[in-house]
């Protein structure tokens, strides 16, 4: 499975876009890009996946690079409930391998 | 909405003890996964089935853990005997097919090993 770098915490205001990076240098051809985030005490909540193009959904915007070799994450309004540790995974061999993400808070 | 089910919450128990925890995933959803979280780190899989049958458990210790879902339903984790270094969050998921689609997390069994 790909190995993904995040950066260990980030900040940001509330009401502005918070904008995770994540870098996959080493990604595959048929390897997905997901994203899920955890908040305190609770299981990790599925956000979005994407192979080549960007994605959008309720929740967020995902940003893959025509290289694929990094991708963003995207909260377009953040909100204090957004704090929250983001992981980036690189989904090969059919399963989920979960790096240390990113702290992200959000601060009001 | 639909969730995954996990019981009990909360577990402690002394070392060298038999502890088990029950997870019922989303009803429809063949795949189900547990997970280890020790504090301050990422998830780690366990073992994952594909209805009843184990597809992977690779990083489960077989001495000392054990998994089942026999109707290919609900699933059981145990573990005999309790270490120390088995204090953590186990967390069940749940997902419609096996590849490249989403995992539906459980709250999790938080358990404290003395």
């Known amino acids: 499975d790909a190995k993904t770098t995040q950066p260990p915490s980030m900040d940001c205001a509330e009401g502005r876009a918070a904008n995770l990076p994540c870098n996959h240098s080493t990604i595959s051809g048929n390897e997905y890009v997901y994203w899920y985030r955890q908040i305190h005490s609770q299981g990790p909540q599925y956000i979005i996946h994407g192979l080549k193009n960007n994605e959008t959904n309720e929740m967020a915007s995902l940003i893959i690079t025509e290289d694929r070799k990094s991708s963003t994450l995207i909260l377009p309004h953040a909100t204090l409930r957004d704090t929250a540790v983001y992981y980036c995974?690189?989904?090969?061999?059919?399963?989920?391998?979960f790096g240390q993400g990113t702290r992200l808070t959000i601060n009001p | 909405e639909a969730e995954v089910a996990q019981s009990p919450r909360y577990k402690i128990t002394e070392k060298s003890q038999a502890v088990a925890f029950w997870c019922d995933p989303i009803?429809?959803?063949?795949?189900l996964y547990w997970y280890r979280q020790i504090l301050g780190q990422g998830p780690e899989l366990l073992v994952q089935?594909?209805?009843?049958?184990?597809?992977?458990d690779s990083q489960l210790p077989k001495d000392r853990f054990s998994a089942e879902r026999l109707k290919g339903v609900d699933s059981t984790l145990k573990i005999q005997p309790a270490e120390l270094g088995d204090s953590a969050m186990y967390l069940c998921?749940?997902?419609?097919?096996?590849?490249?689609?989403?995992?539906?997390f459980g709250p999790g069994t938080r358990l404290t090993v003395l």
């Open positions: 089935f594909q209805d009843e049958s184990v597809v992977d």
């Open positions: 009803s429809g959803h063949a795949t």
């Open positions: 998921a749940s997902s419609l097919i096996r590849s490249y689609n989403e995992q539906f």
């Open positions: 995974i690189v989904q090969g061999a059919q399963k989920l391998v």
